[in-house]
């Protein structure tokens, strides 16, 4: 006879439904038995009501995950007994490479194999990982560190090839500036006349003219013995000599606009302002904040520095690339510009 769980009745061996209730009977078909102590358990019991192992649908291998060593075995719950049957734990172990997964906690650390030839016991040997890191290796994926490792490769890797892309772009933008191929319009209203079919191509501010100036400096020392006379007071006979050395220094000569057009380099100050005929340019020195300017009937070289707080905007390809104005940028400019007028 077969007791009703849900009202006590007993039924004929063979009934799967309660003749009294109508409730499901639990037969030794529809039993949950576990795998590890052979208990029967109620069909949708999770875990073993008498050792707590967890239990699988109908105790097939369904539920069981590859192992994530070999990916071919299957991983199997047993009980692992230490020296003289003391400290007993419950690992999982796979039934075809032997790997052993210890509890710790919530996750589980890869602690023994049988065949350390596998490539997953060499990156995994000794790692404490969640289940659903383990799973995902059985799988064919990577734990969440290697997969952190991995997303950092590639985005460095993104990072070199978009700033290869990028610096391709202001290569090409300043051999057209340049050839005087690639044009750039100040949308800025001009603070200069523009002359007949004279076109404005930067505005750059806050732009400090500097020009070499000679300095003089004296440099002297006295010489010749010195007499005692008496506690504290002595004399030194002898003479100062002194000689007078001079050298270059970069001045600040004023502040305010330089404005590049197709025909002219103009510089607009407080104490000075200069136009100098682009095609009277004899030679330009670029610096990271600007450039040294030489030209014809003027002896000493003037100094624009700041030009780099300007920047310009390149567009290619939908790619907006923004750069400062620097004196490699503005000489080529300038010269593009020289070179469309000759």
Not at 109 to 122: C, F, P, R, V
């Amino acid at each position: 006879m077969v007791t009703c769980s849900n009202c006590g009745t007993e039924n004929p061996v063979n009934a799967k439904f309660c003749e009294e209730c109508g409730g499901k009977l639990e037969t030794a078909d529809n039993k949950m038995i576990c795998p590890e102590c052979g208990h029967n358990n109620p069909v949708n019991a999770k875990f073993c009501l008498d050792c707590g192992a967890k239990l699988s649908s109908n105790n097939d291998n369904s539920n069981k995950p590859d192992c994530p060593v070999c990916k071919t075995g299957l991983l199997n719950s047993i009980v692992h007994k230490g020296a003289l049957g003391l400290g007993t734990k419950r690992i999982f172990k796979c039934d075809n490479c032997g790997a052993e997964f210890e509890p710790k906690g919530e996750k589980y650390k890869l602690t023994h194999i049988s065949h350390t030839n596998y490539e997953n016991w060499q990156e995994y040997k000794g790692q404490t990982l969640t289940v659903d890191e383990w799973t995902r290796i059985a799988g064919g994926g990577v734990s969440d560190a290697e997969q952190r490792k991995i997303d950092e490769i590639k985005r460095q890797r993104e990072i070199k090839e978009a700033e290869a892309v990028k610096n391709r772009d202001i290569n090409e933008f300043i051999n057209g500036l340049q050839k005087g191929i690639a044009k750039i319009n100040s949308n800025t209203n001009s603070p200069i006349i523009l002359k007949r079919n004279e076109e404005t191509s930067l505005i750059m501010h806050n732009i400090t003219l500097r020009e070499p100036r000679a300095v003089r400096q004296t440099v002297g020392g006295y010489g010749g013995p010195t007499f005692r006379m008496a506690k504290g007071v002595s004399f030194r006979l002898g003479a100062v000599s002194a000689r007078s050395e001079s050298h270059e220094e970069l001045k600040n000569i004023d502040q305010g606009t330089l404005v590049l057009t197709n025909k002219r380099l103009i510089f607009i100050g407080s104490k000075r302002t200069t136009n100098i005929d682009l095609t009277k340019i004899v030679a330009i020195e670029p610096y990271k904040d600007g450039i040294g300017s030489q030209r014809e009937n003027k002896q000493k070289t003037e100094y624009y520095t700041g030009t780099d707080k300007t920047t310009l905007t390149i567009n290619k390809d939908g790619r907006r690339t923004t750069i400062p104005v620097n004196g490699v940028v503005l000489k080529a400019a300038i010269m593009g510009n020289i070179a469309k007028i000759t």
